[in-house]
């Protein structure tokens, strides 16, 4: 059961693994989609796969890398055109919005801003396209905003001194990180915003899942550990996250809303890391300040 | 009192963290590179990052005229600099033979020439009496003749050698320190030819923000080389002990088998900042 005339729910990583899972699961739901993918032909695939499986419902992708703080809000800006063109206009707010898109890195790599391409895309990515589309989240049931976590979080810290991993980095610790801040930004965005918008948050621990991010742009160990962990008997079918992620997004009813990390489908309890308000708040201005909009200076 | 540093290839992989390296440490950057957006982008997040002044300006260094209008647009705005590092330069995939002489002149000057003549007028407009602290870019690659990278190879070994010369020439104007890197993690096709050497790979291989939080403090000490990673160290000083010709005929042969290949592939030009390891065939596109 879901919530009546619900809007579409914008979802970002939805051209793989869980993402790609969620926005069926959505879409069996009743519910459209807007997804954004990196690859274009990916994306084509993916909308033309899905298309067959629920000619009831619209899906539809814009293509965006959220490498950069430019292309979020162009991402964002175009999500906002295509509600605009695809939607009826009774329907002009989003349902939710689902920060699902992460990467992992065996070597550093940095965006073209310079700044560390996990913090980037794992973090600073949700929180920007989470502020660009607020407006439109506000004025939809209104939304929830779901950011893709992770048990990774646990035990760790923000590198305040540091917090792009000039030195030291590991494709773990940035990994464990940039999860943190997840957890982080959620706690902070419902001190901020819950109240008064009436859009609330929650992070959202997949457990452990066979597919592919660790292995996408690792090699070696980090390689070998990924293929293994996400091989083993433990871990699931992205099908089995993607249903709880999918319910947690747009279901009426869910079990203790006012738990904002979630385990699959049970509220459950954030890192002490992740519960400390101080941190929060200090993660909520850096990302404010690396998210600001560029002024143009010349010579 | 600020300083200001001129980083040349600033979009490039090692030029973005060279540029974040010096702005960490309090420097005013300013930033060129032959293409406008990637320069707005980097000098937008620096400047969010670091609280310091980044000013920007494309330039074409292959040429005089765009050396020249590069200097002219330091000296309008009246910038005086503490330190140089020149970043810019390429290495072009493809065998001698499979290149037009054209672009083997171009790389050439962009290599070889930009360094030099910015260091010579840099030199005019440092900063008062510190000395102005020159960083360049050479490579492994420069210690070593290359069978199909004959060119990157010997513009490399023009910059070590040169840097070295001049480091004792320019003593109490500027300190020289020059950069003799492996193969760096900085674009997905650098990334796979890491992965293709394997074990080698891994281990010749540095974060690009270590070397240049290394090369930094290298250029602060006014020290004259740096040579990321030990087992960089240690393969240089075992290939010292064989002699050249023989050298220049192993590599050849471990070369040759990807050169054939890519005379068969249209040429393609590899981004600024482009280092190779003798000791990887693939590592041609790390950088």
């Known amino acids: 059961m879901i919530r009546e005339s619900v809007g579409p729910v914008v979802l970002s990583g939805g051209t793989s693994g869980i993402g790609k899972a969620t926005v069926a699961c959505l879409l ?29 419902r619209t899906l539809g992708f814009v ?20 509600l605009q063109e695809r939607w009826d206009h009774s329907l002009s707010g989003l349902g939710g919005l689902v920060n699902n898109a992460a990467m992992v890195s065996t070597w550093r790599m940095v965006t073209d801003e310079g700044y560390e391409k996990q913090f980037a895309v794992n973090h600073l990515a949700g929180f920007l396209l989470t502020h ?28 305040w001194r540091d917090p792009m991993l000039s030195h030291g980095y590991t494709a773990l610790r940035a990994y464990k990180q940039s999860k943190l801040a997840n957890v982080l930004f959620t706690a902070e965005f419902n001190r901020r915003y819950a109240r008064t918008s009436g859009v609330r948050a929650y992070a959202f621990d997949p457990g ?5 991010i660790g292995c996408k742009s690792s090699s070696g160990l980090e390689h070998l550990v990924w293929r293994l962990r996400s091989r083993s008997r433990g871990a699931s079918a992205p099908e089995l996250p993607a249903r709880h992620l999918a319910s947690l997004t747009v279901d009426p009813e869910i079990e203790n809303p006012d738990a904002y990390y979630r385990e699959l489908d049970r509220a459950g309890v954030a890192d002490r890391a992740g519960r400390d308000p101080i941190s929060a708040s200090r993660l909520w201005a850096l990302s404010e300040q690396l998210c600001k909009e560029p002024a143009p200076v010349v010579l | 009192m600020r300083r200001r540093a001129l980083i040349t290839g600033a979009a490039g992989g090692l030029g973005k963290a060279l540029a974040w390296e010096f702005a960490s440490r309090g420097w005013d950057l300013y930033l060129t590179d032959i293409t406008k957006g990637s320069l707005e982008i980097l000098a937008s997040g620096v400047k969010r990052a670091h609280a310091v002044d980044v000013l920007w300006s494309t330039a074409d260094l292959s040429s005089q005229e765009g050396r020249a209008g590069l200097i002219a647009t330091i000296c309008a705005a009246g910038l005086k600099f503490g330190a140089l590092v020149n970043v810019a330069g390429y290495d072009l995939e493809g065998a001698f033979r499979g290149r037009d002489q054209d672009s083997l002149v171009s790389l050439m000057r962009v290599n070889m020439e930009a360094g030099l003549v910015l260091t010579h007028a840099l030199t005019e407009m440092r900063d008062g009496w510190e000395p102005l602290r020159v960083v ?40 020289v320190t020059v950069l003799c890197a492996a193969g760096m993690p900085t ?16 281990l010749t291989t540095r974060n690009t923000s270590d070397v240049s939080r290394a090369t930094y403090n290298a250029a602060i000490r006014g020290r004259p080389v740096v040579i990321p990673g ?21 590599l050849g042969r471990r070369w040759g088998t990807t050169g054939e290949r890519e005379r068969s592939v249209p040429m393609s030009v590899v981004q600024s900042s482009t280092q190779g390891s003798p000791a990887s065939p693939a590592a041609r596109r790390a950088g």
Request: glycine share 6%.
């Open chain 1, 28 to 56: 069996a739901k009743g519910v459209d989609v807007i997804a954004i993918g990196r690859d274009a032909s990916r994306c084509r695939s993916v909308e033309i796969e899905l298309g067959v499986r629920y000619p009831e």
């Open chain 2, 187 to 202: 674009t997905p096709n650098c990334l796979e030819a890491i992965d293709a050497q394997g074990l080698m790979g891994r």
């Open chain 2, 230 to 250: 030990w087992i960089n160290r240690v393969l240089l000083m075992v290939s010292r002990l064989v002699p050249k010709p023989l050298l220049a005929s192993l």
């Open chain 2, 136 to 175: 360049n870019i050479a490579s492994l690659a420069a210690f070593f003749p290359m069978p199909y990278k004959a060119t990157y190879a010997a513009s490399k070994a023009f910059v070590l050698s040169s840097s070295l010369a001049l480091r004792e020439e320019l003593r109490g104007q500027a300190t």
């Open chain 1, 63 to 82: 293509v965006a890398d959220l490498g950069t703080t430019g292309e979020v809000r162009r991402a964002a800006a175009a999500v906002a055109r295509l």
């Open chain 1, 208 to 212: 452990l899942v066979r597919t592919d």
């Open chain 1, 132 to 159: 660009e589309l607020l407006p439109l989240l506000e004025r939809g049931s209104p939304g929830r905003v779901v950011t893709v976590s992770s048990g990774s979080h646990r035990h760790t810290a923000i590198n």
